[in-house]
């Protein structure tokens, strides 16, 4: 509780948040919204340099913005919907405990390279760990060693040593690590503004034991349920990245491409930066679409749909940490003067009121008008440049499949069209800056040719371009 009382200090503010409506619910599965006492959406300002007002719950604020402010009447059609969700910024705020199960591949086909990759990252990890965090560690090959249960760390040297002991052995029982990992964290006892987190760190070739991916996302979504996350870091070229990518998604977790040792130390920077001073944890999102609205995925984040309700799982948002959703929807034509978007739902475990559980609704609307070139003028570009941010994704993913099967000349013509379409509204938007995006795409262009040269350049084609859209997706 001490640690609390410091970190509401520096945002008491946030006492008495508007919206905020505790539920008793600690699952990732879709509830019904509570609509009482829902805040209205701003009306969007079309500037893209300004949002709306953010909605304010415990530690996260919330913005919705339409990418049109209004809609053209006797018209359907499609609509995209950034949502902004920003954690609050705590100075000089400590992370609370964290209950880590570090979970290493040492089978045959890490041999090599990519073992000396995956031990050098968990000697890392236990150098930033704190001597009151808690760590399980477990390497496997075609059996699985727990080398310790939820160990109090102190200085680390016992658990290096462990790590340093470690060589590569047989196959690869990735599931059934998995599961000894999670069971280890979603049956322990620990606070509930503890982060209770596993990292898996594989080539991730399953061979021995549950080697299912559906079943083992489905592992990893129980136990976000329950408050565990799950992060996974593929090393080398010759890991499942789809496998890797399925299990952290579905864990509420992120996915990291080590391909050599000295991207080590960035790799885990970049992941402990997302634990340090976690302020919510188990972070949902959900759209109840109204009626008239038919809505589809919210990329980059693993979605459960149960009929005109969608869920995406976030995860956890550490302090002064942002996240922007996209959701993407089809509107029937309206009637009358405003557009009803739905019910959109946050809901998390607010660390720095001891996990208690936070939700908030809005109820975001659109103005409708006979007029197309006002409808047109009350664009926010802030969503166009996001959502073509989602569509580069998604081409980089189609060049890397592509690449998969050999069609170079169709990743090339593709990556193309995308570039010709991009091109063609940065002139139109001169002050939009679509350059990032732009020069993604040529440079994936420009790498088919070497990705043609051998197995090896494809195979880095591939988890390069696939690691850059799904981190896009992301953001």
């Not at 727990?146 to 196959?171: C, F, P, Q, S, Y």
């Not at 946050?346 to 908030?360: M, N, S």
Request: proline share 5%.
């Amino acid at each position: 509780m001490m640690m609390n009382r410091r970190w509401m200090m520096g945002v008491a503010a946030l006492g008495a948040a508007a919206g905020c409506t505790p539920v008793e619910v600690d699952t990732a599965e879709p509830e019904p919204p509570a609509v009482a006492n829902s805040p209205e959406a701003t009306p969007v300002k079309t500037d893209p340099t300004q949002t709306t007002s953010p909605s304010q719950a415990g530690s996260l604020s919330v913005e919705v913005i339409p990418q049109y402010a209004k809609v053209l009447a006797g018209t359907g059609g499609h609509l995209d919907v950034l949502v902004r969700i920003q954690a609050a910024e705590v100075p000089g705020a400590e992370r609370p405990p964290l209950d880590l199960a570090l979970v290493l591949d040492r089978s045959g086909s890490m041999a090599g390279e990519k073992l000396a990759a995956a031990k050098q990252a968990a000697m890392e990890t236990v150098r930033k760990l704190g001597p009151d965090d808690r760590l399980t560690f477990i390497s496997y090959d075609d059996r699985v060693n727990v080398h310790t249960h939820r160990a109090k760390v102190g200085n680390g040297k016992a658990l290096r040593r462990e790590v340093l002991r470690i060589t590569d052995g047989g196959g690869t029982a990735l599931g059934p690590a998995l599961r000894s990992g999670l069971d280890e964290l979603t049956d322990a006892q620990r606070g509930d503004n503890a982060l209770a987190h596993l990292m898996l760190l594989s080539d991730g070739l399953a061979n021995e034991g549950e080697s299912r991916p559906e079943v083992l996302a489905d592992w990893t979504s129980k136990a976000f349920g329950k408050g565990v996350a799950t992060t996974t870091l593929g090393v080398g070229l010759d890991y499942n990245e789809d496998l890797m990518t399925r299990i952290a998604d579905a864990g509420g977790g992120r996915y990291h491409f080590i391909e050599t040792g000295d991207q080590v130390p960035e790799v885990l920077a970049d992941e402990f930066a997302g634990l340090t001073a976690t302020v919510a944890r188990n972070v949902t999102f959900e759209v109840d679409a109204a009626p008239g609205i038919e809505p589809g995925e919210i990329p980059g984040y693993p979605n459960v749909v149960d009929g005109d309700v969608v869920m995406a799982k976030i995860g956890s948002i550490s302090a002064g940490r942002k996240r922007e959703l996209l959701v993407r929807m089809d509107y029937q034509p309206p009637q009358g003067n405003t557009m009803a978007l739905g019910s959109y739902t946050l809901r998390f475990r607010d660390v720095l009121d001891d996990g208690a559980p936070v939700e908030l609704v809005i109820n975001p609307t659109v103005s409708v008008t006979q007029d197309a070139a006002e409808a047109e003028a009350s664009e926010n570009y802030a969503v166009t440049v996001r959502a073509q941010e989602i569509d580069v994704a998604s081409a980089l993913q189609a060049a890397s499949e592509q690449v998969d099967r050999g069609d170079y000349e169709e990743a090339r013509q593709d990556l193309k069209r995308k570039t010709e379409s991009l091109q063609q509204q940065a002139a139109e938007n001169p002050d939009v800056d679509f350059a990032p995006m732009l020069l993604d795409l040529e440079e994936a262009e420009g790498d088919l040719d070497r990705a043609k040269e051998s197995a090896v350049e494809r195979k880095r084609y591939q988890k390069k371009n696939k690691a850059k859209a799904y981190k896009k997706r992301k953001k």
